[in-house]
């Protein structure tokens, strides 16, 4: 037989596992995304401040702009660049101490934020942003993997979007401490950057009781006493015999081979093409979906039915808290629902709800009731975000994916993910700038096409081991699903 985890149902072992790896790294992976955006008026302050006292020159805005660019794009660099070797660090150190090492890198990037503003050090606030950057493309690349390694089939999709619920509370718990009344004023901005560090006891005190991936300690280490030990660490003492992997085919992973080539045998394997191409492609729809467009935008939409800027602030946290309670639903879904009907209504949803925000946004001085509708909208937006859209592409590589594969498909399509968000951060001011709204009708279409591509080439993967979707998958893009 292949190998599999027991049959289980949630335990405590599985719960302890989930929670460690969701609030130690998850959590503060997702604070990263949004807490520079709240005090982005101080920090930008201090920035001109600090030049003028330094160099004796006064920035222009259009100057001070560029540099706060520069300075929000810096993390998102280097999360893009350095998720491509998720796959290298799994394979070579495996999944737990990727884990640690992910939580090491996050925690190196607090100091740097806590010591800017007292040593005036704008390149501090550079190299914060670059290390933290870097924490949050290798959480993105290794805690997916982790997680649907240490879950029985029938939970896999279930555990699997832990990862995107850890990083969206990451966001919005970033949003409210980022707040003028929390810590995202003039004078306490540096704590409400670096406060995240306090997650990261979650990640280095409960480390020793975590477990390896059996399946990594099986197939990579050779170790079936230390896959059997793992196993029972996460379903208890009487989960399974000493003689358990036995009976288990051996498909050992030349862990070498795979930490220098892997990438590229993945890329040239033409009977992973279809898979790759499938798992890119979601994972991309995380940014040109539309999710982040339309929290950059709801702001400005609110000030226009007459918030003022603070409240509507407040308002757009809201809509971050819709966020996190639709993504927490997430795991009740993947246990119930099939994974391609729960892409298929989210991309369609998601289609739909962004036309009807161009629309109600285009005629609002019309129509003035469409100004409230507009929000309405993009609440519906967020809930067919979180049906599919927003949580599938974290875990699907693992069903879509061998394990000698997995690791370096996983990096790849957090590699999409990540380009996706780069290119939405640097493009959409300036779509917006020009085409108004207008600028939505983009990230519709782009959720229309991956319909399209998930309706006609996406097995169903749900309570299906790898091999048997590899099966339907076999003729590529041949293939009749």
Same mark, same amino acid.
């Given at each position: 037989?292949?190998?599999?985890?027991?049959?289980?149902?949630?335990?405590?072992?599985?719960?302890?596992?989930?929670?460690?790896?969701?609030?130690?790294?998850?959590?503060?992976?997702?604070?990263?995304?949004?807490?520079?955006?709240?005090?982005?008026?101080?920090?930008?302050?201090?920035?001109?401040?600090?030049?003028?006292?330094?160099?004796? +020159?006064? /920035? *222009?805005?259009?100057? !001070?702009?560029?540099?706060?660019?520069?300075? &929000?794009?810096?993390? $998102?660099?280097? #999360? @893009?660049?350095?998720?491509?070797?998720?796959?290298?660090?799994?394979?070579?150190?495996?999944?737990?101490?990727?884990?640690?090492?992910?939580?090491?890198?996050?925690?190196?990037?607090?100091?740097?934020?806590?010591?800017?503003?007292?040593?005036?050090?704008?390149?501090?606030?550079?190299?914060?942003?670059?290390?933290?950057?870097?924490?949050?493309?290798?959480?993105?690349?290794?805690?997916?993997?982790?997680? +649907?390694? /240490? *879950?029985?089939?029938? !939970?896999?999709?279930?555990?699997?979007?832990? &990862?995107?619920?850890? $990083?969206?509370? #990451? @966001?919005?718990?970033?949003?409210?401490?980022?707040?003028?009344?929390?810590?995202?004023?003039?004078?306490?901005?540096?704590?409400?950057?670096?406060?995240?560090?306090?997650?990261?006891?979650?990640?280095?005190?409960?480390?020793?009781?975590?477990?390896?991936?059996?399946?990594?300690?099986?197939?990579?280490?050779?170790?079936?006493?230390?896959?059997?030990?793992?196993?029972?660490?996460?379903?208890?003492?009487?989960?399974?015999?000493?003689?358990?992997?036995?009976?288990?085919?051996?498909?050992?992973?030349?862990?070498?081979?795979?930490?220098?080539?892997?990438?590229?045998?993945?890329?040239?394997?033409?009977?992973?093409?279809?898979?790759?191409?499938?798992?890119?492609?979601?994972?991309?729809?995380?940014?040109?979906?539309?999710?982040?467009?339309?929290?950059?935008?709801?702001?400005?939409?609110?000030?226009?039915?007459?918030?003022?800027?603070?409240?509507?602030?407040?308002?757009?946290?809201?809509?971050?808290?819709?966020?996190?309670?639709?993504?927490?639903?997430?795991?009740?879904?993947?246990?119930?629902?099939?994974?391609?009907?729960?892409?298929?209504?989210?991309?369609?949803?998601?289609?739909?709800?962004?036309?009807?925000?161009?629309?109600?946004?285009?005629?609002?001085?019309?129509?003035?009731?469409?100004?409230?509708?507009?929000?309405?909208?993009?609440?519906?937006?967020?809930?067919?975000?979180?049906?599919?859209?927003?949580?599938?592409?974290?875990?699907?590589?693992?069903?879509?994916?061998?394990?000698?594969?997995?690791?370096?498909?996983?990096?790849?399509?957090?590699?999409?993910?990540?380009?996706?968000?780069?290119?939405?951060?640097?493009?959409?001011?300036?779509?917006?700038?020009?085409?108004?709204?207008?600028?939505?009708?983009?990230?519709?279409?782009?959720?229309?096409?991956?319909?399209?591509?998930?309706?006609?080439?996406?097995?169903?993967?749900?309570?299906?081991?790898?091999?048997?979707?590899?099966?339907?998958?076999?003729?590529?893009?041949?293939?009749?699903?």
């Amino acid at each position: 037989m292949e190998f599999q985890l027991p049959d289980s149902n949630w335990t405590a072992g599985l719960v302890f596992a989930g929670l460690v790896i969701t609030v130690g790294v998850a959590v503060p992976a997702g604070f990263q995304v949004s807490i520079i955006n709240a005090p982005a008026e101080y920090i930008q302050a201090w920035c001109r401040a600090v030049i003028l006292t330094r160099f004796g +020159t006064w /920035l *222009s805005d259009e100057e !001070l702009n560029l540099l706060w660019a520069s300075i &929000v794009t810096v993390a $998102i660099l280097f #999360g @893009v660049f350095i998720s491509i070797f998720g796959g290298i660090l799994t394979c070579k150190f495996g999944r737990k101490k990727s884990f640690l090492i992910c939580g090491i890198v996050l925690a190196l990037a607090a100091p740097c934020f806590l010591l800017c503003r007292s040593t005036s050090s704008i390149e501090l606030l550079f190299l914060g942003r670059a290390i933290a950057g870097s924490g949050l493309g290798l959480a993105i690349a290794v805690l997916p993997l982790y997680l +649907t390694e /240490l *879950s029985p089939l029938k !939970l896999r999709g279930a555990v699997g979007v832990l &990862v995107p619920i850890g $990083i969206t509370a #990451g @966001v919005v718990l970033g949003q409210i401490v980022g707040l003028d009344q929390v810590l995202g004023d003039e004078v306490s901005w540096q704590y409400a950057l670096s406060c995240y560090a306090l997650l990261l006891v979650f990640c280095f005190v409960p480390y020793c009781w975590l477990p390896e991936s059996p399946e990594y300690l099986f197939k990579v280490k050779i170790d079936p006493e230390g896959a059997v030990a793992a196993i029972r660490k996460l379903f208890g003492q009487n989960s399974v015999r000493d003689d358990y992997f036995k009976s288990v085919k051996v498909d050992h992973v030349d862990c070498e081979t795979t930490k220098s080539m892997s990438l590229l045998v993945v890329l040239k394997d033409p009977s992973l093409r279809l898979p790759l191409v499938l798992l890119c492609c979601m994972s991309a729809g995380n940014g040109f979906s539309g999710i982040n467009a339309i929290f950059f935008y709801s702001v400005s939409t609110l000030e226009r039915i007459g918030l003022p800027a603070n409240e509507a602030k407040l308002v757009s946290v809201g809509l971050g808290c819709v966020n996190l309670v639709c993504s927490a639903c997430g795991p009740y879904l993947m246990a119930r629902f099939n994974r391609r009907p729960l892409m298929l209504i989210s991309c369609t949803a998601c289609s739909i709800t962004l036309l009807l925000v161009t629309l109600m946004i285009i005629f609002v001085e019309s129509v003035t009731w469409f100004a409230e509708a507009s929000i309405a909208a993009m609440l519906l937006f967020i809930i067919a975000f979180q049906i599919g859209v927003g949580q599938i592409p974290f875990f699907i590589g693992s069903e879509l994916f061998n394990l000698d594969a997995r690791s370096s498909a996983m990096a790849l399509g957090s590699l999409g993910a990540g380009m996706s968000n780069l290119i939405i951060s640097m493009v959409f001011p300036i779509m917006q700038h020009a085409w108004g709204a207008f600028a939505f009708l983009p990230f519709s279409v782009y959720c229309v096409m991956l319909a399209a591509l998930v309706k006609r080439y996406l097995p169903e993967t749900r309570g299906r081991s790898v091999g048997d979707v590899a099966l339907l998958m076999a003729k590529g893009f041949r293939s009749k699903i």
